[in-house]
T-cell receptor, first 117, second 114 residues
Framework: EAGVTQSPTHLIKTRGQQATLRCSPI?????VYWYQQALGLGLQFLLWYDEGEERNRGNFPPRFSGRQFPNYSSELNVNALELEDSALYLC????????????????FGPGTRLTVL | DQQVKQNSPSLSVQEGRISILNCDYT??????FLWYKKYPAEGPTFLISISSIKDKNEDGRFTVFLNKSAKHLSLHIVPSQPGDSAVYFCAASGEIQGAQKLVFGQGTRLTINP
């Protein structure tokens, strides 16, 4: 069974540009989560999508947005890139048993390394 | 405001001995706790979780202990194996100010020495 896949593996952008990161969940999973791991920091929760809807959002500015498609894949968009957006962006997926709580086991992809110059 | 803290950035343990990774949290509203393991160039892998209604959960070589009064949880790995060398993240979730939150610690790098 294929795991969570993310593309691209690496992405280099300049300040002010927009970045689009993609995630395909494990087959059968309806929830997709996005995380940011900046250098030296732990994972920070960004967004949670389930059945095409945004379920929860972390403490990030509105220029971080995303969406989930009918096939449950997801995009993370980061607008007006800043240098501090350079980080590893991780996507995870899960079955949706708890619709509001973070108690479902999440399976992570390998991440997209975003570098903002 | 670091609500979940892993105060040891790194830990080195002899193979076969017990590894104890610690995690402290500040908000008593957290009621579900998780541990993840991360190898380089891979995404985190779920290890074990515990609800606040329990004080211990065991899965094979991994045991998580929760001390609610101290707002402290620990992960015990017995016996430690070389393949356990990785970065370990604890995470806490719960309803904070009317919304479900999930907060990770900064991670502890565990090295198992042969």
């Amino acid at each position: 069974e294929a795991g969570v896949t993310q593309s691209p593996t690496h992405l280099i952008k300049t300040r002010g540009q927009q970045a689009t990161l993609r995630c395909s969940p494990i087959s059968g999973h309806t929830s997709v989560y996005w995380y940011q791991q900046a250098l030296g920091l732990g994972l920070q929760f960004l967004l949670w999508y389930d059945e095409g809807e945004e379920r929860n959002r972390g403490n990030f500015p509105p220029r971080f947005s995303g969406r989930q498609f009918p096939n449950y894949s997801s995009e993370l968009n980061v607008n007006a890139l800043e240098l501090e957006d350079s980080a590893l962006y991780l996507c995870a997926s899960s079955f949706s048993i708890s619709f509001t709580r973070f108690t479902d086991t999440q399976y992570f992809g390998p991440g997209t390394r975003l570098t903002v110059l | 405001d670091q609500q979940v803290k892993q105060n040891s950035p790194s830990l080195s343990v002899q193979e076969g001995r017990i590894s104890i990774l610690n995690c402290d949290y500040t908000n008593s509203m957290f009621d579900y706790f998780l541990w993840y393991k991360k190898y380089p160039a891979e995404g985190p892998t779920f290890l074990i979780s515990i609800s606040s209604i329990k004080d211990k959960n065991e899965d094979g070589r991994f045991t998580v202990f929760l001390n609610k009064s101290a707002k402290h949880l620990s992960l015990h790995i017995v016996p430690s194996q070389p393949g356990d060398s990785a970065v370990y993240f604890c995470a806490a979730s719960g309803e904070i100010q009317g919304a479900q939150k999930l907060v990770f610690g900064q991670g502890t790098r565990l090295t198992i020495n042969p």
